[in-house]
């Protein structure tokens, strides 16, 4: 088992519309939670941390249900310029190595 | 806020020969360096975790004779990818972290063409 899968894409989604990833991780003492977003051959840029009380910043949002060991982000208003691959990270402890998910790529058409 | 650069962006080399990337951290000092490798349509996979003036600890399956990570300042770390074959044509990219912090900071990616 992958230590972090994601939902399998591509995702094809018209502008404005609202889309949800979804993310598990297998190992249950990991301690921290990340989306990254990755353009087409360019270096991950972190998107926002995931925090267990769920977080929200602009037309994202981030949700981790540590019971279930699954973390999602939803993007409301889909822009042209959401096209990228959102990557699922987590971490076993601050500060540690990131573990990442093999990325969902979104792709938003006008 | 913190910059990585990583040199190069992208090299062509034959079979047989190495080739060097490096990783330089510009506005802060970089105590622990994460080398990632990722394939086409595929996550990015940790190599190793050098921390500087230390030993690099290399994940299971990565060949430490052949990747070869120096990190001997605490601005820059070099990657060596020595005798390269064309399964080593991959997407380089480090990470660095600082001593203050728990950030995390990327630099801008090594595409590797093995011919």
């Known amino acids: 088992r992958k230590e972090v899968e994601q939902d399998p894409g591509p995702f094809n989604v018209p502008e404005g519309a609202t889309v949800a990833f979804n993310c598990t991780y297998s190992n249950s003492a990991s301690q921290s939670f990340f989306w990254y977003r990755q353009d087409c051959r360019k270096e991950p840029k972190l998107l926002m941390s995931?925090?267990?009380s769920g977080n929200e910043d602009g037309r994202f949002t981030a949700q981790l249900n540590r019971a279930s060991q699954y973390i999602s982000l939803l993007i409301r208003d889909s822009k042209l310029s959401d096209s990228a691959t959102y990557l699922c990270?987590?971490?076993?402890?601050?500060?540690?190595?990131?573990?990442f998910g093999q990325g969902t790529e979104l792709s938003v058409k006008p | 806020g913190a910059v990585v650069s990583q040199h190069p962006s992208r090299v062509i080399c034959k079979s047989g020969t190495s080739v060097k990337i490096e990783c330089r951290s510009l506005?802060?000092?970089?105590?622990?360096m994460f080398w990632y490798r990722q394939f086409p349509k595929q996550s990015l996979m940790l190599m190793a975790t050098s921390n500087e003036g230390s030993k690099a600890t290399y994940e299971q399956g990565v060949e430490k004779d052949k990747f070869l990570i120096n990190h001997a300042s605490l601005t820059l770390s070099t990657l060596t990818v020595t005798s390269a074959h064309p399964e080593d044509s991959s997407f380089y990219i480090c990470s660095a972290q600082g001593q203050l912090n728990y950030g995390y900071t990327f630099g801008s990616g090594t595409r590797l063409t093995v011919v």
């Open positions: 990270v987590v971490s076993l402890n601050q500060g540690g190595k990131l573990i």
């Open positions: 995931v925090y267990s």
């Open positions: 506005d802060f000092q970089a105590t622990t």
